[in-house]
């Protein structure tokens, strides 16, 4: 038995293999589109491909948090097996999803005084999350305590750097991030943002440029030149768009830079939109230079 329990939650874009092979629990948020609400259960309800292209004919879709109520059921079933427990949740700058797990810890404290739970906000998301959740379980597999865990989890948060453009600034504009006479401008102009996430765990545009070829050189030149130890596998994800997160790979793999593609899931695919394509890696400080 592990010396704690890993938690975290669906907007880590993980498999549901990766969470039952590394004894990692999860809980989900969970989107409404076509007017079905569904719990993010890693793409098997709907495959992410299916997902993408209801929004490419036009299909809304919405996000609702992780339920306290959930929060509760995992957190009562890894206390009442004498487990102390570690949660590592999505960015509180892009949800309340992180509040709800520290309620559920607030409520369930006093109920087991012998048990020690943490709860640490990754200020990330998807392949960023992920990241900090794998170190954490890295740590845990070596015997390390649930204290030190959390302590270097929240040491190392800032450190993992988030780059991100997209190809339709329809769905920025619709989640309030750009004007709509930008959204509309930039589409008509082929102008691709830049984003970042910055040290409060929201989204920031740190620049654009006209073209996605010229995004997607972007993102291997800025990964390359912030990332802190080259032997480290930078996590690219994308929203249905394949053959451009290669072409990110190949980018990077010429400088010797491995790569690990992933899908990004429907609970952040809803606001990013298809062909959304990012690079997570650690790297020095989070503001691009």
């Not at 498999?15 to 629990?25: G, L, P």
Request: aromatic letters at 8%; glycine letters at 10%; proline letters at 2%.
């Amino acid at each position: 038995m592990h010396s704690f329990t890993l938690i975290t939650d669906s907007t880590i874009d993980e498999t549901a293999d990766y969470f039952e092979k590394n004894n990692i629990k999860c809980v989900p948020l969970s989107f409404t589109i076509d007017e079905r609400t569904i719990e993010e259960d890693c793409g098997q309800t709907v495959s992410f491909h299916q997902f993408y292209d209801l929004l490419r004919q036009g299909k809304l879709s919405s996000t609702a948090q992780a339920k306290l109520d959930t929060f509760l059921r995992v957190f009562r079933e890894t206390l009442d097996a004498g487990q102390d427990l570690l949660y590592i949740g999505f960015s509180s700058g892009l949800s309340g999803t992180f509040q709800a797990g520290c309620m559920a810890r607030d409520e369930l404290a006093p109920l087991y005084p012998d048990r020690k739970i943490f709860c640490v906000d990754s200020l990330s998301a998807t392949g960023g999350e992920y990241l900090l959740v794998d170190k954490a379980r890295e740590m845990r597999d070596s015997g390390c305590t649930v204290e030190v865990t959390a302590a270097a989890i929240e040491q190392m948060r800032l450190h993992v750097i988030h780059l991100v453009t997209v190809d339709d600034l329809a769905h920025l504009h619709r989640g309030g991030r750009l004007s709509k006479t930008s959204a509309v401008v930039g589409s008509l102009l082929g102008i691709k943002p830049l984003i970042w996430v910055n040290d409060e765990g929201k989204l920031e545009v740190c620049g654009k440029v006209r073209g996605r070829q010229k995004a997607i050189r972007y993102l291997a030149e800025r990964t390359l030149r912030e990332m802190t130890d080259k032997n480290q596998v930078v996590r690219i994800g994308h929203g249905d768009c394949m053959d451009d997160a290669q072409t990110l790979a190949d980018l990077l793999g010429r400088s010797g830079v491995r790569s690990d593609i992933r899908y990004i899931g429907t609970v952040i695919g809803s606001h990013t939109g298809p062909g959304v394509l990012t690079t997570f890696f650690f790297g020095g400080d989070r503001k691009p230079e």
